[in-house]
């Protein structure tokens, strides 16, 4: 009798310490904005940007003021996040997917989603996914590590945009009306097509509070990918936020993502674990300032989105754990999204994947204000070449351009020649040498200045090392369309696409209290 008591005794302690060591495992929620630039934010210096409950986090936590994405567009830079390696690695190159493409990022990619669910962690995606859709959606964030996902899995550009805000206001961009209309998916299943752009946010914000309310309450630790749809143009909001800034039409969408950072930060607060969830806000590229006013602004640098330029892959960055991360900490040490997953592993206790990573581990500068192990990072374009290759190289606070290019996302007559489209690809040798930390803006070349030989120099020998033992995996991007693998809610109706229309509930995503079960 006294055995079978001891026996039990250490049953329960078994299952009493497995229990405390999934709860001593952090909570993780990455906010992902859609070209929202450097300088659009509050805290990052915009007068007219309405963005109460993300400039509150920068106060609460540590903003990074050197912080890079993979890409200067979105496909790419979401890949680099989630698998912590660059375009080339992974096939996402060039450019981004298109509802009728058939590749996605490959299935043998590990992403950190992933990894955390391999120790314990529920996995959640919500929004905007864009690696992919394929036939019988093999490429959707359910084959890559996600347990739960709610959203469109590309961007709304891509797809017929009617109304954009309250009540009728027609888009400002024409989008694609060749495509099938919106579809929003529940995990493999679409449950809405087309989608009601004035009310997908409120979608979104309910389904992230659900799934943090209903992971809190089983005390399981839980991992949530929360992607905006804004503030890619076209820009759209609910009614609430129309004309609700002073900054227009990228202001109100931007105002909504402010609130629905809000939502998020409540339910955390609600569930009482604010103290064991790392939160991190980050942004995919540049603004795409072709649209002008209505496509945000990249502050003090150089062009935006679709360049190599500073404006087109520095981005906002801030990190939030109280108790972990110091409140109100500005640091210029150099990070990147692809440094998300090595530091998360180490973090969880997960193990690093098999494969090369191109991020490092933050977790001294996150946790003790310590130095980046991060000193160099490499620019590559929207459409990178393999018989060119990267196009600049960051070394400390050393910026070299081997390569510059124009992009369409700057527009035709951005007021800087070298951001428009009309600025081919040209090759510079000596190549362009820039001092980031005291010129942002990349004004001032330092390439003749003999001061600066011995550094260009070794920027050089580590652009030639980089583009001579890059491993290129195929382009997903160039693989054959076709219209059908389009996402449809009514497969083989006619007259396609436009027969692609149904609402079906689902629960998770309405706005009710939170007593709802994950599907």
Known sequence: MAVVSYIG????????????????KPNIVILFADDVGYGDIGCYGHPTSSTPHIDKLASSGMLFTQFYVGSPVCSPSRASLLTGRLPPRTGVYPGVFQANMTGGLPLNETTVAKLLQEVGYQTGMIGKWHLGVGKNQKYLPTNFGFEYYLGIPYTHAQCPCVTCFWPNDPCLVNCKPYFTGCPIFHNNEIIEQPADLLTLNEKYATAAQNFIAEHSSRNQPFFLYYAFQHCHAPQFAGKQFRNSTLRGV?????AEIDWSVGQVLEEINKQGIADNTLIFFSSDNGPSTQHKAEGGAAGLLKCGKGTTYEGGQRVPGIAVW??????????????STMDLLPTLVKL?????????LDGFDISSVLFSGGKSQRDTFFFYPQNPRHDIGVYAVRYQQYKA???TEGASECGRDNHDVDCRPSAKLTKHNPPLLFNLNQDPS????????????????????????????MDWTQSEILKPTDPYVEPCCTPGCEPFPSCCQCHRSNPYSMPSPHVLQIP
């Open 9 to 24: 005794v250490l049953c329960l302690l078994l299952v009493v310490a497995t229990s405390v060591g999934e709860l001593s």
């Open 250 to 254: 990228f202001g109100d969408s931007l």
């Open 322 to 335: 109280p108790g972990k991360i110091p409140a109100g900490v500005r640091t210029a040490e150099l990070a």
């Open 348 to 356: 969880t206790g997960s193990e690093l994947p098999n494969t090369t």
């Open 401 to 403: 351009h081997f390569y």
């Open 442 to 469: 990349e004004l001032y070349n330092l390439n003749t200045d003999k001061q600066y030989t011995d550094i260009l120099n070794h920027i050089t020998q580590i652009y030639k090392h980089h583009v001579e033992t």
